[in-house]
């Protein structure tokens, strides 16, 4: 502590004083370090946001310390209870934040006035079950949705497909032309199967919040028509992906895309800045297709990452300027233009200039948000939810198990330890 | 009389393997199994004595995945003893042959694999097995079998088997070399008077030179079972934590990396992760006495 404290004062220009006042008046010098798992986004951090941020706040520096993605979970908790974790640490949606908060090693923002900027599903990842306490500022979510091929699309003169019958009507086109595997999806690595298939097409039947609430609640099982739907559509996808998808993995399906030898991707908004790299033909995007023309439609618009404040910072004040910053548009616009595919999650509007990510991004004005149904509360216990969607997804398109029997599976391994669906 | 004298010397010569011992080996075995007996309740370590056991062999949920992946351990083992092992005999034989020519670059070639990394094994592998860019199903093509060729890594009957004959082919020089070894020390005089008597070629492999490597192939089987159960590397690189497709893959190592460290949305318990561990120590242990007490001591030896 009294280490860090010493390093702190050093880095500072003002003398050690100085620090110590900076906790009151944040007009002094301070430094403030960020934890992260971002470090692909070390660049656009210190080239764009940290002195975006320090030109409006001078006697703010901000120094952004990423580590490994795989390991950051172990380090962060390390540091803190070390007491050598930075003052500002990105957040891990749901439990992993959660378990930070109730530690006592996060603080609760519920009183931050820029939190206001942000809807209630934006902020459903970094609070309390009962909503009371909010402990990270969102900064982006991920949407799902399905990338395609313009060139192939023109090529076999296909619409792009609105309903689920207009969907398999063009994977069958395409797989009867046989120039283009129709869709690139493998089963290897199982989560695609859950992220990119199940939960991608699945608000569409449980009508996104209503139904993952009253799924929380109890109110609806894993057993119900809505929830077991989405297997059933999935068991159909099978005969559309490459052969030997069994063993095709994550990356043979953003290569096999990319190389224009598949015509649709089933994909989250990440894969843009990658695919715009590696493709040289134009992409086109559209939502999960609606069961019938005209339906409300629902997308998965999934919160993946926060910035919250550690409890044990010596500047609380600056911390809590810089969370502000976050919140604002200013840096929503900065942040959505550099990483196209992470989109803010302010209420403001941002304006894009990446062509596939606007196309994303205008779903939120048509449908109605949601996030992955098995993250919040639900992968809290034994089995884990989440990660038996994994099985279940995979098993449905390999066609291993009835859905009807995937969903009593689900249901009944939920119900083992979730007081509400016993 | 004299007064015994303390040997100081042996205590200063000891000291600095069991002090290093102790600190990297010892010490942590014990450790672990002592947080086995813990729980994390509200916050708080909580002695909970055997009851993350009960819970490991009681609870369906976790029993289930436990014997799915002893299961697989076996059955990975199984396939090292009857490919591996058998194999490396075969190689050793042929290479100890005094006629074969280039002996030494068949050697170094068999026995490269082994020193490779488990990562750079899985990942080669995959590439070659897999159904889109992989040479497998082209050169199975260029023979005429190409409808031969599965997915296999994605397909639940074969996944592990095709998993535990990459491992051979990573590992089948250790067995090789060991007895290569073997064979070099059996003095030529044995085989001469073996071969007055009329006892040549093959026979004489299965007459004298067998009986004689029998310790290495006991020391092999252990050192076999011993890196199969505690096995993890090639599988995690492979398939990733989860072992698929549906847990196929699934043995003791990834089982307790995922309890333990937890994985995706399912926190890590280092707890019921310690007592995984604690069963695979205990596996592997009755496994390495059972070979001590029952079978090394009742080997036959001769004396060279």
């Not at chain 1, 089963?187 to 609430?213: F, S, V």
């Not at chain 1, 990483?339 to 990446?354: A, N, R």
């Not at chain 2, 505690?230 to 398939?239: G, R």
């Amino acid at each position: 502590m009294k280490q860090k404290f010493m390093s702190k004062a050093l880095a500072a220009t003002a003398l050690a004083s100085g620090v110590l006042l900076g906790a009151a008046a944040s007009a002094e010098n301070v430094t403030l370090t960020i934890e992260s798992w971002r470090n692909d986004d070390l660049t656009l951090w210190q080239d764009k946001i940290i002195p975006a941020f320090e030109a409006k706040h001078p006697g703010i520096k901000v120094k952004f310390t990423p580590s490994a993605p795989a390991e950051y979970n172990a380090v962060l908790n390390s540091k803190l209870e070390a007491g050598s974790a930075g003052d500002l640490i990105t957040c891990r949606p749901f439990d992993a934040s959660l378990a930070l908060y109730e530690a006592g090693r996060l603080s609760n923002l519920a009183d931050l006035a820029a939190m206001g900027n942000f809807s209630d599903v934006a902020k459903s990842a970094w609070q309390t079950d009962d909503g009371s306490a909010s402990f990270c500022v969102p900064m982006a979510s991920v949407i799902h949705g399905f990338i395609y091929n313009k060139e192939a699309f023109a090529e076999l003169e296909l619409a792009v497909p609105e309903t689920e019958e207009e969907f398999f009507a063009a994977l069958e086109k395409i797989r009867e032309d046989g120039s283009y595997i129709p869709m690139a999806m493998g089963t290897n690595d199982q989560w695609e199967a859950a992220t990119m298939g199940y939960n991608n097409i699945g608000p569409n039947y449980w009508k996104g919040e209503e139904g993952r609430l009253a799924l929380i609640a109890g109110e609806q099982k894993l057993t119900d028509e809505a929830w077991v739907a989405p297997y059933e559509t999935l068991a159909k996808w099978g005969p559309y992906l490459g052969d030997g998808f069994e063993a095709q993995t994550y990356p043979d399906s953003q290569n096999l895309f990319t190389l224009g030898r598949a015509a649709i991707y089933p994909a989250g908004s990440w894969e843009i800045s990658g695919f715009n790299t590696q493709a040289d033909f134009e992409m086109g995007a559209f939502k999960p297709p609606v069961q019938a023309a005209g339906d409300t439609c629902y997308i998965s618009d999934h919160t993946d990452i926060g910035i919250g404040m550690n409890a044990a910072t010596a500047n609380p004040e600056a911390a809590k300027t810089f969370l502000s910053w976050v919140a604002s548009p200013e840096f929503a616009s900065i942040f959505g233009n550099a990483l196209p595919g992470f989109f803010p999650l302010s209420k403001t509007p941002v304006e894009l200039s990446d062509p596939l990510a606007k196309e994303f991004v205008s779903w939120r004005g048509e449908c109605e948000s949601t996030i992955r149904s098995t993250y919040q509360i639900l992968s809290r216990g034994t089995p884990n939810l989440e990660n038996e969607t994994w099985g279940a997804s995979v098993a449905a398109i390999k066609g291993a198990s009835a859905p009807a029997d995937l969903g009593k599976e689900l249901q009944s391994g939920l119900a083992s330890w979730y007081a509400p669906q016993q | 009389m004299q007064k015994p004298r303390t040997r100081w010397h042996i205590l200063v010569f000891l000291a600095p393997a069991v002090l290093i011992y102790t600190a990297v080996m010892i010490f942590p075995l014990f450790n672990t199994l002592r947080l086995a007996l813990y729980s994390k309740i509200d916050q708080e370590r909580v002695y909970t004595g055997l009851q993350n056991f009960q819970t490991l062999f009681g609870d369906p949920i976790w029993s289930e995945q436990f014997w799915n992946a002893l299961g697989n351990n076996f059955w990975f083992f199984l396939i090292h003893m009857l490919v591996q092992n058998p194999i490396g005999i075969a190689l050793a034989a042929l290479l100890s042959h005094p006629r074969l020519r280039f002996a030494a670059l068949y050697r170094s070639a068999i026995f490269i694999p082994t020193i490779l990394s488990f990562v750079i094994v899985g990942f080669a592998w995959k590439l070659i097995l897999s159904p889109i860019w992989g040479i497998a199903p082209s050169m199975l093509d260029a023979v005429g079998l190409k409808s031969l060729f599965a997915p296999w890594l994605g397909k639940e009957e074969y996944a592990l088997t095709t998993l535990a004959l990459i491992s051979v082919w990573q590992f089948v020089g250790i067995p090789m070399m060991l007895i290569y070894a073997a064979l070099l020390t059996i003095p030529e005089e044995i085989l001469e008077a073996g071969e007055i008597d009329g006892i040549t070629g093959m026979s004489a492999f299965w007459k004298i030179k067998l009986p004689l490597i029998l310790p290495s192939i006991g020391i092999i089987s252990i050192l076999t079972f011993v890196g199969n159960f505690n096995a993890f590397d090639l599988i995690y690189a492979a398939q990733g934590a989860l072992a698929g497709p549906d847990f196929s893959t699934d043995i003791l190592g990834t089982f307790m990396y995922r309890t333990f460290f937890g994985f995706q949305l399912q926190l890590g318990d280092p707890h019921m992760g310690a007592a995984i561990a604690g069963a695979m120590f205990a596996i592997i242990l009755v496994g390495v006495c059972i070979y001590l007490f029952g079978i090394q001591t009742r080997m036959r030896r001769y004396q060279l």
